[in-house]
């Protein structure tokens, strides 16, 4: 079965700190895209960081980077000088082979003054 | 400019009524989504849609029904058989699906069902 786990239910901040959100997935594809979507309080799903599982290179998207490790099958995902409006819940989220969209649980992570 | 749009974005429901949330996207996409979340939860797929007038049941479709007549547009009608139907809906779209190269998924911004 294809699974897309987080363990890491909440998780804390200081501002202008990094902190890493962690999620490992279960696929025998070989060419799959992965992906990390934030949603905020007013609950509206925003597209962070995608990463082509070919490509070895780790996708950035200012603040936030990706350290994916396709053997480990491991996606998390690195904020750096984290910042109020970055509290929110993000979910990895990973495409199954029929072309739906397998979303891990979700963390929440908080951003303290 | 380009997007999906949900409504209405809060409805009350009195228990034994359908009701029946919108969802239209201009994005040209082929393949939409219904999602559901609880409280502090992830999202579960309700169904799921790659061409017109066909469509597939996702994890949890049981009191749930849609239609696809349209390319733009995919409702979701919840039905009196739904045990439990007070929760967030998010509408979506992609590119294509059928593939593990899916593209990303574009959302609506919800809408919030509530069962008094």
């Known amino acids: 079965a294809q699974t897309v786990t987080q363990s890491q239910p909440e998780m804390s901040v200081q501002e202008a700190e990094t902190v890493t959100l962690s999620c490992t997935y279960d696929?025998?594809?070989?060419?799959?895209?992965l992906f990390w979507y934030k949603q905020p309080p007013s609950r509206q799903m925003i597209l962070v960081i995608r990463q082509e599982a070919y490509k070895q290179q780790n996708a950035t998207e200012n603040r936030f980077s990706v350290n994916f490790q396709k053997a480990a099958k491991s996606f998390s995902l690195k904020i750096s000088d984290s910042q109020l409006g970055d509290a929110a819940m993000y979910f990895c989220?990973?495409?199954?082979?029929?072309?739906?969209?397998?979303f891990g649980q979700g963390t929440t992570l908080q951003v303290k003054p | 400019d380009g997007g999906i749009t949900q409504s209405p974005k809060y409805l009350f429901r009195k228990e034994g009524q359908n009701v029946t949330l919108s969802c239209e996207q201009n994005l040209n996409h082929d393949a939409m989504y219904w999602y559901r979340q609880d409280p502090g939860q992830g999202l579960r797929l309700i169904y799921y849609?790659?061409?017109?007038?066909?469509?597939q049941k996702g994890d949890i479709a049981e009191g749930y029904s849609v239609s696809r007549e349209k390319k733009e547009s995919f409702p979701l009608t919840v039905t009196s058989a739904q045990k439990n139907p007070t929760a967030f809906y998010l509408c979506a779209s992609s590119k294509k699906g059928g593939t593990g190269l899916a593209g990303e998924l574009f959302f609506g911004e919800g809408s919030r069902l509530t069962v008094l």
């Open positions: 989220a990973y495409p199954s082979n029929t072309g739906k969209l397998i």
């Open positions: 849609s790659q061409i017109v007038n066909d469509f």
């Open positions: 696929t025998s594809e070989s060419d799959y895209y």
